[in-house]
């Protein structure tokens, strides 16, 4: 049957729960088909909320055996979302016994299993699939789980109470809401650890994997204990149980998840060892165990009121992992990694049909919120209030926000009302950051006239949908000015910039200066600067500022892409000796030089180009993708030898962060001499790589250029026993496929015996694999198109929340020409009208086509 149109949620709408949870004692009887839940829940009236004698409870795919209210049998009234029961005035005791079935659970939202083992994930609704419960972060209750089951490894969250013959018991003393609820059983193997709190309390660590990973957890283990140290170092945040579990599952919908004290990882972002893992894989692991675990304070201790403030928990969150990654590896080097995925996924997102405020207003189903908005801008947001404030008076208002939001559901209006309190700055105009939808536009002209320099600004947000008018945002715009000679004259200068147009100066220099403009990326804006070839060649040369230094050379690059595509111009010498310059200065960190190297995506050129009003033609994009590597392959061909041996890391492979960076800059000089040397060196790395990082990079080079044929059937034989190097392989070759056959491999990928469809990570590596396959995906005949949407029809009923995710491939669709716009919209069409399509993909296809 289909539902009637989904409604909206609003966020005008919100009122607080009528009752109060004193706590709540689950009990669960594990079997794959027919798991009973026996929940006895003790409930109060809210005081602040009107009093009410029917209580609503949150519930899906139940099946309700008995139900209780101070021991007495009830009727509720079920319906399709949940139930509602009469209640006594005063306090109660709510017990209910369910039915449930995690082996038929496909979704893998709520109690559902993964190769034998049990497993939740309760964020955003999945504990409504679990038992009846007032399914709303701000619902907070202390939790006490009994298990009984046969598995060897039976937890959840907290500290454990009592274990035996087929049963534990734990207790969470933390209150929680019930998205942070968790429950893991199975045949696990433990890598175990312990770390004191500087406190001096021990913690018992431990980081559960399926037999035949162990030796893999290593590092996790090591990226989460310099999380703990990190945290208390930085933030003063000490971890708060006896016990922190962290268990890695295969078949999840997203990275990871921060059960308080159990945290579940996908297992692609835990297990690593040199052989299977990328030097990439190691740094997300780091960054991901971080991000998991500072959620025990921002996310846990203090959580979120409803869900539209889920960028309170996210954006914080994911600030704070990236500020650890720096402190751990290079600020310089993640920022400029954290811009270009900003622009690759959270500006393309702001300037299509999704684009949403970092605090929406209103959704349909919570999940497809959790978005590069959400995530990545509402941490540029905290990004530009701390350097707002200063570094001082943000810990300050951290310390603040700690102490007085502790055991808290919170909104952002709490959080902006700490900052001006430990601050006593007006934060109104800032707070529509958080409101306000799109990516602003900063124009820049530039005036020197008796020794007076004066920068004038102007700013624009275009309209977003929902959101026809804008307003001036609060842009924090960091500047540097330099000598022609290259000298820095004014050092990094905070300018605050809060109306549409403002003009700001600076006094008594001898000779027109060289601004570098928006140093760090101190505001997540399009800057719109009219600037010369020789300038930027300048600024990558002298800028003393890593980020605006390596985007002088992005720009010159995208200069020269463009017209490349629209004139077929070829690329001048100032462009090529330019990066001459960067490749053989050796006093820059090899990291650096790698990303200062590599040329923006197809896709990033295709926004460019959509920018400038020219319809983006994704062949002629890739095109000059191709011939411009070719020619800086061309032009560096004595350089890039040089650069390859010296870069060379000798002794056994060790994932830190400065052999990182050198294998990643070799990794650039061997896919640009792959580009002339026909895959020579490439195939001789393959044959020699003792570690994943050198394997996966020589066959990456190789598949590039149209080779590598042998060395996919020998990696295929070497690997078919590890899912998650298999995935590579996957997605490697519809990452890479020629437009002309890009139909062909996908659907070969798709047929293939080890395409395992129903596994997330899988389905990501193959229609994932070609959505960032821009000229692949866009092949003219639109049979790609077919096939994405054909796998997603497929999909949808078996796991709504990933086939929603993957729509995003169509998000841009409005960029291209009509015809392919043509194409695309009758695809979505026909996904949008298959019978019973989920609420989830519903949305998604809705606003997409606006
Ligand atoms: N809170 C998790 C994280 O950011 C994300 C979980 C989201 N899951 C979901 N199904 N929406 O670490
Ligand atoms: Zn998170």
């Not at 491939?809 to 298959?834: K, N, S, V």
Request: aromatic fraction near 10%; glycine fraction near 6%; proline fraction near 6%.
């Amino acid at each position: 049957m289909k539902d009637a149109a989904p409604r909206a949620v609003l966020l005008s709408d919100y009122a607080p729960y009528p009752f109060e949870i004193d706590e709540v004692r689950l009990t669960f009887r594990l079997d794959p088909h027919a798991t009973r839940v026996l929940a006895r829940i003790a409930f109060r009236p809210n005081p602040a909320a009107e009093p009410s004698r029917t209580m609503r409870l949150d519930g899906e795919a139940l099946k309700l055996l008995s139900a209780l209210i101070d021991g007495e049998e009830v009727e509720p009234r079920l319906d399709d979302t949940g139930l509602t029961v009469d209640v006594p005035d005063g306090a109660f005791v709510w017990e209910a016994e369910v039915e449930i079935s995690p082996a038929d659970n496909t979704a893998l939202e709520g109690l559902y299993m993964s190769n034998g083992m049990y497993c939740t994930q309760c964020e955003a609704e999945g504990f409504r699939k679990i038992t009846y419960y007032p399914n709303r972060p701000d619902v907070m209750a202390p939790f006490h789980v009994r298990i009984d089951g046969e598995a060897p490894v039976l937890l959840s969250n907290g500290n454990p109470v009592h274990f035996g013959e087929a049963f534990a018991e734990w207790h969470d003393p933390w209150p929680k809401p019930a998205y942070l609820f968790a429950l893991v059983a199975g045949d696990l193997v433990a890598h175990p650890d312990t770390f004191t709190t500087k406190s001096g309390l021990p913690v018992a660590l431990n980081i559960y994997v399926r037999p035949g990973d162990e030796g893999k957890a290593d590092y996790a283990m090591d990226a989460l204990k310099r999380s703990m140290r990190w945290d208390e170092e930085t933030y003063g945040r000490e971890y708060d149980l006896d016990v922190f579990n962290i268990v890695a599952v295969d078949d999840f919908n997203m990275g990871a998840m921060e059960n308080k004290g159990l945290n579940i990882f996908n297992s692609k972002y835990v297990l690593a060892s040199p052989e299977t893992a990328t030097d990439r894989d190691y740094e997300l692991i780091e960054g991901i165990i971080a991000h998991e675990y500072f959620h025990n304070w921002t996310g846990n201790r203090i959580t979120c009121r409803d869900w539209f403030q889920l960028c309170l928990k996210e954006g914080l969150t994911v600030f704070r992992d990236r500020e650890f990654t720096g402190d751990q590896r290079s600020h310089a080097v993640k920022r400029i990694d954290d811009v270009v995925m900003l622009r690759a996924r959270q500006f393309r997102e702001d300037n299509g049909p999704l684009s949403h405020p970092v605090r929406p207003s209103s959704y349909i189903e919570i999940n497809n919120f959790y978005t590069a908005t959400v995530y990545e801008k509402g941490a540029e947001v905290i990004g530009m209030l701390k350097r707002l404030v200063g570094d001082e008076a943000y810990h300050r208002a951290l310390d603040l926000y700690f102490e007085r939001h502790d055991g808290q559901a919170c909104t952002v209006e709490d959080w902006l009302a700490v900052f001006q309190d430990a601050t006593g700055r007006d934060l109104h105009a800032f707070s529509h950051w958080y409101t306000q939808s799109g990516t602003p536009r900063l124009r820049v002209l530039e005036e020197f006239e008796d020794g007076t320099y004066t920068l004038h600004f102007q700013q624009e947000t275009p309209p977003t949908p929902g959101q026809d008018e804008k307003g001036p945002q609060v842009l924090p715009i960091a500047v540097g000015l330099l000598s022609p000679e290259g000298d820095e004259i004014v050092p990094t200068t905070l300018l605050e910039m809060t109306e549409s147009e403002q003009s700001f100066t600076f006094e008594g220099l001898s000779e027109k200066p060289v601004p570098s403009l928006l140093r760090g990326f101190s505001a997540p804006v399009i800057l719109d600067r009219a600037t010369s070839t020789e300038e930027r060649a300048f600024l990558l040369a002298n800028d003393t500022d890593p980020f605006t230094k390596w985007e002088a050379g992005r720009a010159l690059a995208r200069d020269v892409l463009i017209r490349m595509v629209t004139d077929d111009a070829q690329p001048g010498p100032a462009y090529l000796d330019a990066l001459e310059r960067v490749a053989r200065d050796d006093t820059l960190d090899p990291a650096f030089r790698s990303l200062a190297l590599a040329l923006p995506s197809d896709d990033d050129m295709a926004q460019a180009l959509a920018d400038g009003g020219v319809t983006p033609d994704p062949l002629r994009i890739n095109a000059a993708n191709r011939a411009l590597n070719q020619k800086i392959a061309e032009h560096l061909s004595d350089v890039l030898p040089q650069i390859y041996e010296a870069m060379e890391v000798v002794g056994p492979y060790t994932p830190d962060p400065k052999a990182a960076g050198r294998r990643s800059l070799r990794q650039t000089a061997l896919a640009l001499m792959s580009r002339t040397d026909g895959g020579k060196r490439a195939a001789r790395q393959f044959e020699t790589a003792d570690n994943m990082t050198e394997q996966m990079g020589a066959i990456t080079c190789l598949v590039r250029i149209g080779e590598g044929a042998d060395q996919l059937d020998a990696f295929f034989r070497q690997w078919d026993h590890d899912r998650l190097v298999l995935d590579k392989w996957f997605a490697l070759q519809a990452g890479l496929a020629k437009p002309g056959d890009t139909a062909d491999t996908m659907r070969r990928l798709t047929e293939h015996p080890n395409f395992d469809w129903k596994n997330p990570n899988r389905f990501r590596s193959v229609i994932g694999g070609i959505a960032g396959n821009h000229a692949g995906f866009h092949e003219p005949s639109g049979a790609v198109y077919e096939q994405v949407i054909d796998w997603l029809v497929r999909l949808d009923p078996l796991n709504p929340q990933t086939t929603a995710r993957m729509t995003t491939m169509f998000e841009t669709w409005h960029r291209y020409d009509t015809d392919r716009q043509e194409m695309i919209r009758a695809a979505l069409g026909r996904l949008r009208a298959t019978e019973g399509l989920s609420r989830d993909t519903g949305e998604m296809v809705a606003r997409i086509l606006g």
